[in-house]
Every structure is written in C-alpha cells, then in structure tokens.
C-alpha cells in the first residue's frame, strides 16, 4: 500500500487546496520552522481515523480546521484526502477491483467528521480497517512524531524492540484488526 498523493484543503497551515505528490523511494520534507511540515505528517495521521486531539497537538478535533491569521479569517471546514495506490493488491481483498483508493475526511465546525472511500460514503471503522493490516494506521509508530525520538532512543530494548517489529508490520496485525473490528 503506497501512498501516492495528499490533498489539503483548510487543514491547519494549509488554508488554501494544496495537492503533493508522493514519489516512490524516501520522502524528505523540509522547510523552516513552522511551515507546516508536522502538519502534512497530521494530516496523514488524521485522515487514517486518528481521534486524539492531542496526537494532532490540539485540545479539540476542531483544531485542525484552519483557525485564520492577522491576513485571513478561519474556515469552517476542513479536508483531506490520502490517494493510495494499490495496484500491488496489498490492500485488503475488497478493494481488489481498485487500482487507487481514495480515503477523505472532512469535517465541519461542531459537526465532526465524515469519511468517504472512493467517493462512497463510509465509517470510520471502514477507513481503519482499510490500515489495519497495513501497519500504517493512525496509531502506527511507524510514525513517528518530532520528540517521539526521544523516547524511542531512551526506551529499554525490549520495548524499544515491540515498537520496531510494530513498525515493519511484523507485530499486532491480529490484534489491531480485532481491534478495529470491534469498535
Ligand atoms: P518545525 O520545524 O518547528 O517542527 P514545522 O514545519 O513542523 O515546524 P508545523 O508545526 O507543522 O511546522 O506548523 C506549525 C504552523 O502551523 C504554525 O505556524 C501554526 O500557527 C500553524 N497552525 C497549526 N494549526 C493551525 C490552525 N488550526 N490554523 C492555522 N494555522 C495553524
Ligand atoms: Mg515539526
């Protein structure tokens, strides 16, 4: 399952539609301070089902939406869409006719959120599902967050070892399936 595109419309820093493109091989983003690139990585989080305002560095999941500056005013909504292109068929078995699943969130101020697949309406259960094989899901500590490092370095290897297997997939895929299953 590889990511292949991003869109972003009034998700935090990035008020304006916004479309990247993910290659193949590493991706590095840059940038000075506090131009947004903890954003993109949220935004990813997000859109896979996360529901911790807190991993999201927000009190609220309101937060996320634009909340305006000196030059421009909030917005009211916020979306983002993750384009996955599943032309290997790692994807589970349902999406076996798609080439590329298209997972969206968006929500609206004091509405909450709403998932599309493919343009079809769905549950959040339905879009975690979609990564719970993946070991990319929201909770995934393949990614993992600036100051997260920290942590990883100071663990006790054995810790530090759950959390590595985790990451290459290798760990919990029964559990977070089951999981997943039910919510
Ligand atoms: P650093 O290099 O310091 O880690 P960064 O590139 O990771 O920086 P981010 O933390 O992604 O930067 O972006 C922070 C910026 O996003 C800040 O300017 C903050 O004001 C802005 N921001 C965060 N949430 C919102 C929001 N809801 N509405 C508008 N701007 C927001
Ligand atoms: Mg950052």
Known sequence: MRFSRL????FKSFVDPTELHIERGLTGVVGPNGCGKSN????????????RAKSL???GMDDVIFAGTDKRPARNMAEVTLVIDNQD????????????????????RESGSAYRING???????VQLLFADAATGAHSPALVSQGRIGTL???????????????????GLHTRRKEAESR
Do not use: C, H
Request: glycine content about 6%; charged content about 40%.
């Open 153 to 171: 370095i100071n663990a006790k290897p054995q810790d530090r070892r759950a959390i590595l297997e985790e990451a290459a997939g290798i760990s």
């Open 57 to 59: 560095r927000g009190s």
């Open 7 to 10: 869109r972003l419309s009034g």
């Open 89 to 108: 068929r790692s994807a589970p078995a349902e999406y076996n006719d798609e080439d590329f699943i298209e997972v969206t969130r968006r929500i609206e």
């Open 40 to 51: 993109l990585l949220e935004a990813i989080r997000w859109v896979m089902g996360e529901n």
């Open 120 to 126: 079809k309406d769905v549950r959040q259960k339905d």
